[in-house]
């Protein structure tokens, strides 16, 4: 049986790439679409590549009857999510793509987002969407916090290293150049083609960008004891993608092989061939991940690249993998889609 699906903000790009990617899903039935501006408007209207596919139009959230509904998609702004989602029904099987739930501390959230959680007892309750490292508890999970995908990125390069022990946990340096479609559809005067086609700049350097509240918790956790990250990530002049460099003191055949090691078995993430780095071009449009790693002129240093597609693996991907998860089905459902090259 198929299981019914909401998609809360699908008028946006994480919203849109969800739709795609069900489209190709057995079990998945979309049947509520939601909008705020665009409510009222035909999906393949406000998305004319979605144009082919027979689904239902884009109302305000207020409209749904979510009694037939088995999972929802949560793919609204900050803030809004938290607001939303606190008002679902409490059966209601939730994948939040915001940044609403992703932290467990309130004073944590407080510090990277400014203001206080509205709803810190499901903060609590949410479970960290990194499926490589929280698959069991995403199975039995009813709300799934997607993680940044900056911070998806940072930690698929590091985690590993942590893990096996093999860097020193003072000297983690992660640089990062992501793609416009990250800051998603609203218009920003920064995002305007003439002032980012053609030029780079980098943004909330100085330990400013709030996925480092992410980098943080999970690196802390993983060491017992606090690891801070150096991390700067930059805007680049491409629609989707993201390539995350970290520079880690450590042996560069002992930073392969952890990674090697820690992914043999993951269907969505490939370890190249030790001195191999990857390619945003590579992966765009799917759900894989591609990480390399060189060694130094410097002895005992290494240099970890990490290229994956920001609104599929870095988001609504990653969030399809979980309700995979969620669903009962088998965790590549609908998500093995090829790369498009070039
Ligand atoms: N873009 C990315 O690469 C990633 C995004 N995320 C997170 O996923 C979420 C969605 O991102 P993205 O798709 O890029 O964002 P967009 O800005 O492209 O889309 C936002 C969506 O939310 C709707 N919306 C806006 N305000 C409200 C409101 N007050 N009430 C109800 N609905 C509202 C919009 O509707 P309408 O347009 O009709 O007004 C639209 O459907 C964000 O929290 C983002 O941080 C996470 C990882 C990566
Ligand atoms: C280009 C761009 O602005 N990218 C966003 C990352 C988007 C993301 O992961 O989103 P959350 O907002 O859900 O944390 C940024 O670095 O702030």
Request: some cysteine; hydrophobic content about 45%.
């Amino acid at each position: 049986m198929s299981s019914k699906i909401a998609i809360l903000g699908a008028s946006g790009y994480t919203g849109a790439e969800l739709v795609r990617l069900i489209a190709t899903h057995p079990q998945m039935e979309i049947v509520a679409l939601s909008g705020e501006r665009k409510a009222g408007m035909a999906m393949g209207d406000v998305f004319p590549h979605l144009r082919h596919l027979d689904l239902p139009g884009l109302v305000k959230i207020e409209d749904i009857d979510f009694s037939g509904v088995d999972l929802a998609f949560c793919a609204l702004p900050h803030a809004t999510s938290q607001a939303v989602i606190k008002e679902l029904p409490r059966d209601l099987k939730i994948v939040d793509l915001s940044a609403d739930f992703r932290l467990r501390d309130p004073a944590e959230y407080e510090k990277w987002y400014g203001q206080p959680h509205a709803a810190v007892e499901m903060q609590k309750e949410a479970v960290y969407g990194l499926t490589e490292f929280y698959r069991d508890a995403i199975r039995s999970a009813r709300l799934v916090a997607g993680t940044g995908c900056n911070a998806a990125a940072g930690q698929y390069a590091i985690r590993p290293l942590i893990e096996a022990g093999v860097i020193d946990l003072d000297e983690i340096i992660l640089d990062l150049k992501n793609g416009v479609s990250g800051a998603g559809r609203s218009l920003k005067e920064n995002l305007l083609h003439a002032e980012l086609s053609g030029g780079a700049y980098p943004y909330s350097a100085g330990g400013k960008h709030r996925h480092l509240g992410e980098f943080d918790q999970e690196f802390s956790a993983l060491a017992g004891r606090p690891v801070l990250v150096q991390f700067t990530p930059h805007l680049a002049p491409f629609n989707r993608g993201i390539l995350a460099t970290a520079y880690v003191k450590g042996a560069p055949e002992a930073v392969h092989e952890a990674l090697a090691a820690r992914y043999a078995s993951e269907r969505f993430l490939e370890v190249l061939p030790f001195g191999a780095l990857p390619s945003t071009r590579s992966v765009g449009g799917s759900n894989f991940v591609h990480i390399g790693v060189s060694g130094d002129r410097i002895p005992g240093r290494a240099t970890v690249a990490v290229a994956l597609d920001n609104l599929c693996k870095g988001s609504s991907g990653q969030a399809m993998q979980n309700a995979n998860l969620m669903l009962g089905y088998d965790e590549t459902e609908g998500l093995m889609l090829a790369p498009v090259f070039p």
